[in-house]
T-cell receptor, first 112, second 118 residues
């Protein structure tokens, strides 16, 4: 069975600081991808970053980067230079274009 | 690019009413669309997957006669909640993907519909 676990229901960070959100997953698929989505209070789901499981190099998108540990099935998100606009629910997801499994989410608060 | 429009954004109606929610891909052809349900402070739960021109595939526990899905074109999928009751109140989100462009393509989400049944 495919599962995605986010063990941090809530996290907080001060503006301009760095925060890391954790995610672990389990799958029997060999061809899969990993995603982080952001859901602000407006409830829209916004893609933050994605990682192909067959790539060893960690994905980076401006202030957002991942630490992908395939053997440990771990996929954490690092947000550098946090901004007030980063405050949102963050969902880790695993799968591919046919189906995604989402974690339970981490609520990130950013303090000025 | 990859914009998905969902309409309406908010619906309030009486118990027993049927409600239709539309999901449109505005600038790409979505061969596959997904419908999710999200309860307050919870994650997205996949309800069904619809492929253009074929019947939707429902997840276990989702009543196909209750939640009718139609994907008649490459840019439009609809979810109809039939004879809605208060327990159907929730936030419904659609997404669309282009699997013909590769399995790593992300899903693009609509803004969601908040359904409240009185």
């Amino acid at each position: 069975a495919q599962t995605v676990t986010q063990s941090q229901p809530e996290m907080s960070v001060q503006e301009a600081e760095t925060v890391t959100l954790s995610c672990t997953y389990d799958t029997s698929e060999s061809d899969y991808y990993l995603f982080w989505y952001k859901q602000p209070p407006s409830r829209q789901m916004i893609l933050v970053i994605r990682q192909e499981a067959y790539k060893q190099q960690n994905a980076t998108e401006n202030r957002f980067s991942v630490n992908f540990q395939k053997a440990a099935k771990s996929f954490s998100l690092k947000i550098s230079d946090s901004q007030l606009g980063d405050a949102a629910m963050y969902f880790c997801a695993q799968g591919n274009t046919d189906k995604l499994i989402f974690g339970t989410g981490t609520r990130l608060q950013v303090f000025p | 690019g990859a914009v998905v429009s969902q309409h309406p954004s908010r619906v309030i109606c009486k118990s027993g009413t049927s409600v239709k929610i539309e999901c449109r891909s505005l600038d790409f052809q979505a061969t596959t669309m997904f419908w999710y349900r999200q309860f307050p402070k919870q994650s997205l739960m996949l309800m069904a997957t619809s492929n253009e021109g074929s019947k939707a595939t429902y997840e276990q526990g989702v009543e196909k006669d209750k939640f009718l899905i139609n994907h008649a074109s490459l840019t439009l999928s609809t979810l109809t909640v039939t004879s809605a009751h208060p327990e159907d109140s929730s936030f419904y989100i659609c997404s669309a993907s282009q699997p013909n462009r590769g399995r790593n393509q992300p899903q693009h989400f609509g803004d969601g519909t908040r359904l409240s049944i009185l």
